[in-house]
């Protein structure tokens, strides 16, 4: 049973592994959530628009096709060890991009380190999963979703409370102003000043 589009999660899936990224993208399709997938930590920052190290090799596509870039990223989850920039760097950037660090960040290994994941943990990351991932991992997933789309939702009902007082005025204002127009002459009294009355 799917979701509407608009009401599915978009999940954003890092791992250098084709099999590791196949596995993970087939399991978060089977939860119905949509889903991009990124060979490393540079194109995931380029695909949510953080592209400052201009590493992009032009012959390479950054991005699986199944999804637009301009489609709301709600989680992202990610391999620990890519070359290059590791899961780590990447949780790092994302939660010190101010219009980014919202948006639940789930790392994955396949080695069971503690210290890698308390690390991990205290940067800000929602969850450790130890690969393989199972489904079991993915159902973990909703409540840090469900979280993040109620933030979401506040921040815009707050948006609207603020613009709603200075809306009600311009809409005021308009109507004021279409009447004035509207009136043909006819209908408006004429002002006499200084006439007396016999």
Known sequence: ??????????????????????????????SS????????????????????DDLRNPNQPSVSPDIQQETEVNLIITDYCM????????LKKIKESTSLRNIPVVI???ENVPSRISRCLEEGAEEFFLKPVRLADVHKLKPHLMKTKHKNQQ?????????APEVQQQSYN???KVREDGLSQDRTRPRYSGLTVV
């Open 155 to 163: 921040k815009q009902e707050n948006q609207e409370a603020t613009e």
């Open 108 to 110: 994955m290994s396949s």
């Open 174 to 176: 308009n109507k004021r």
């Open 83 to 90: 070359p290059g920039m590791t899961g780590y760097d990447l």
């Open 1 to 30: 049973m799917g979701l509407a589009i608009e009401s599915r999660f978009h999940v954003l899936a890092v791992d250098d592994s084709i099999i590791d990224r196949k596995l993970i993208e087939r399991l978060l399709k089977t």
């Open 33 to 52: 959530y949509l889903v991009t997938t990124v060979d490393s930590g540079t194109k995931a920052l380029e695909f949510l628009g953080l592209d400052g």
